[in-house]
Structures are given as C-alpha cells and as structure tokens.
C-alpha cells in the first residue's frame, strides 16, 4: 500500500511561472516509488501569472483539498507597486519613488515573512483534523511563499508529524526582501523564523549547492534536490534566422547593457550579420528596457512576445539558434538556480548565461557542454562566444547539437532522489 504524504503549497494550477513547476512534476513521479501525494492548495488565489495549460498535467487521481485564502492584492488590484512585489520585480532602494518606498515599506514591516501569513491560521486549524483523520505521518511544506513553513512548523508542534521543508530560495538573503526597508528587529525576526524551520524540520530539501552550504550552518539536515526537466524535444525545425531568445520575465536588474552593447558591435562590424539576427524576448519585460532597446542599432531585430504559456515556451526553446539566460548581478542572486536552466539543457540548444559569480551555473554547462557562463565583466570573451556561435549558425554546425550527462536532471530521476529522502524520514518515525 502507498503511503500518503501531504505537500502544502501555494503555487499550484493555474499559477504560472517557475514556482508551479517544481511540485506538480514530482507530485507526478511520486505515485511510482510508492509515494501518494495529498496536495493541499489555496482556492481562489490570486497569482501573479496564470498558465492554464497546466492544468491538463494534474491527473484526475490526484487528490487535492483546497482552503480559500485572504489575498491583499484582490483588493488592490490599480496598485502596480504591489503587482511588482508579487512577480519580485522590485528595484533597488536608489531607484523607488517615494510611494514606492511607502509600500515596500508597509509590505515589508508588517506582512512577516510575507503577504500570505493571513492563510496560515485556518489552514493550521483545517489540516491539524484532516492529518489526524486520515492518519498522515509524513507533510511537505514548499516556499516561497515561506509562511507556508510556518504552517508545517506548527503541525509539527501540535501533531509531532515528521516535516520536510522545501527552500526554492535563501528567504533571509533574498535581494528583493532587502529592498523593503526592513526595520533592524524584522530582519532578525525572519533570521529567528528561518532558523527555526530548519531546526525543527525533520529534513530541509533545497534547490543548489550553495543553498545547502548555507542552511548547512544552521543544520545537518539538509538535502539538495535541483529543479529539472521532463517534456519530450518537440519535432521543431530551428529558426532560419540567427535567434538568440530570452525566455522568462526581463526587468532593470536583469538588464545586461554589455550584451547589447556587444550585439550593437557585431551588427555594425560584421557582415550579415544584422540582416540574420533575431532577438526574441519571450515574457513581462519592463518598459523602461524596450524604451533603450528601441534606440540601439539592432531594435528592428527585436521581437517582444508577452507571457506565454509553458508549452508554448518550450517550442521557443526548441525552435532558437541560441538560448539566453540572464540572472541578477548580486550575490543573493548566486543562491538559485533559475529553474528554466533544465529546460533549455533539454531543448539541446546552446546557451548563453550571464548572472553572478560564484555560479552553479557555470558548472553545469561545463558538465553538460551545453553552453557557457559569463559574469557581467566578460566583454570580450562574450563577445567571441556569440561571433563563434553565429559561424556556426552560418555553416549549419548548430543542427545536431546534443547536450551530455542531462538524465540526471530528468524529473523522474529527481524524484527518486527526493522519495529515498522521505523514505528514510518515514522510517526514523517507525523506528521511534
């Protein structure tokens, strides 16, 4: 007989964007490794992006209880300062207006960790006689949000259930929470918040190295298990022009001004080279960002697409000369693996990543020889790269590309780690 587990989550169908992803593939593996996933989601949330799309890979065995939520953002939907906070496209301190200032302000200060917490009580006080009733022993608790941690924190104490926290970011070291003008004792509250997730978790999962580092610190219970793939390689021909393509939301902090300022030399120095290329930038881009695009000496290549819908992102995928990933120049931002890497390793394509050092990243499409990474001072050597892979795009050598060692990344391999994870959980409970 399967054992149940319950995961608690707030990204859940039809949320779109990189959060959904992660859960609703394992909750998909899970049932073959003798795992049956009970998920637990808000009704009637109000995501930032929908995708519904989605919905058709949740299969129809699935059980899923849903509690509605209090969501802020329904009563301020005019407010774009909040709709920035929700999609965490905040900018630097240096940056914000003064009402901005305000509302980072009052969203940071009182709202701890973060705007849902209003979910945590009824959802405590649901869950502690549903786990009673239906004899669950094993719950998961995904963030960010990281209120959700609370919930599992208080399940715990009440229940004594075993408890596995899962950790898509560095919560305390997030960049965009130290823009909200966090008052001295906040700050060392979420520090005493977080501290006392991963003391009391029975195990913590995490999403990178570096993430594991960290939270190695505080406890010896911590497990990474990366973010994947599992879509099969549609059969799409490549672009006819030289397309280098962004998939994934573009705001000031990703904007990579030496990058056009390298497709601005190229364009103007190398033959032909403007008449091939197309830049496509698929996701929310900020204004301020298109406005400088415009001016630049290659704007008519540029093509803008608005969200699109995951299946539809991996034909861009697929179907690109080359693929363009680009992370925040800070070190909170060195923390994460961006979750589409997996993708795009999939999509066999090669890839560009500019982003902070130190990087996982660049480890990984070493291992794979999927691309390469450059930090935001390799001018040149970036520079080389795309003049290589635009040589290459001229004498087809971009066609067969096949990128090594990606099986592991697979969702279905990622999940047989994350079951033996909460098989021995599940056994250390029996053996007490």
């Known amino acids: ?10 990204h859940w169908p039809p949320a779109g964007g990189p959060g959904v992803q992660r859960w609703l593939k394992f909750v998909k593996y899970l049932p073959e490794f003798n795992l049956s996933p009970v998920l637990f989601v808000p ?34 939907p005019w407010l774009k300062s909040l709709n920035s906070i929700r999609s965490g496209n905040i900018s630097k301190n240096k940056n914000q207006s003064i009402f901005q200032k305000i509302i980072f302000f009052i969203r940071g200060n009182l709202f701890i960790p973060d705007m849902k917490i209003f979910w945590k009580r009824n959802s405590v006080d649901f869950l502690e006689n549903y786990i009673s009733e239906n004899n669950i022993e094993t719950i998961v608790t995904t963030g960010p949000p990281h209120s959700l941690h609370l919930i599992g924190l208080e399940l715990k104490r009440k229940l004594n259930v075993k408890w596995i926290s899962d950790f898509r970011d560095p919560w305390v070291n997030l960049n965009y929470l130290n823009r909200f003008h966090l008052l001295p004792f906040v700050k060392k509250y979420h520090k005493k918040l977080r501290d006392k997730v991963i003391n ?85 881009s900020n204004k301020k960002i298109k406005q400088e695009l415009s001016k630049r000496e290659f704007n008519n290549c540029i093509v803008f697409y608005d969200y699109v819908e995951h299946k539809k992102a991996i034909e861009f995928m697929c179907s690109s000369q080359v693929l363009l990933m680009l992370e925040v120049d800070d070190e909170e931002s060195s923390y994460a693996i961006p979750g589409k890497l997996f993708d795009y390793l999939n999509s066999n394509r090669p890839i560009i990543s500019i982003g902070p ?76």
């Not at 059980?63 to 329904?74: A, D, G, R, T, W």
């Not at 087809?396 to 033996?420: A, V």
């Open 1 to 10: 007989m399967k054992k149940k587990i319950l995961i608690i989550s707030y």
């Open 357 to 432: 050092e130190p990087s996982e990243v660049r480890e990984i499409l070493s291992n794979t020889g999927s691309g390469k990474f450059f930090s935001y001072k390799d001018y040149n050597s970036l520079k080389i790269y795309i003049e290589k892979l635009y040589n290459d795009f001229l004498d087809n050598r971009n066609n067969n590309k096949r990128n090594k060692n990606i099986d592991i990344y697979h969702r279905r391999s990622l999940t047989s780690e994350l079951s033996r994870i909460i098989e021995e959980i599940i056994k250390k409970r029996k053996a007490l």
């Open 200 to 284: 009391n978790s029975d195990a913590v999962i995490v999403t990178s190295k570096r993430l594991k580092e960290l939270y190695s610190e505080i406890n010896t219970n911590i497990f990474q298990v990366t973010n994947g793939y599992d879509y099969n390689k549609p059969a799409i021909k490549l672009d006819k022009k030289f397309s280098i393509s962004h998939v994934g939301s573009l705001y000031n902090e990703r904007n990579p001004e030496f990058l056009w300022d390298i497709i601005d030399e190229l364009s103007e120095n190398i033959h032909g080279f403007k008449k091939d290329l197309q830049i496509n930038i698929i996701g929310n």
């Open 43 to 76: 009704k009637n949330a109000n995501y930032p992006i929908n995708d519904n799309s989605l919905k058709s890979e949740v299969s129809n065995d699935l059980e899923i209880i849903k509690l509605p939520i209090f969501e802020l953002s329904n009563f301020f």
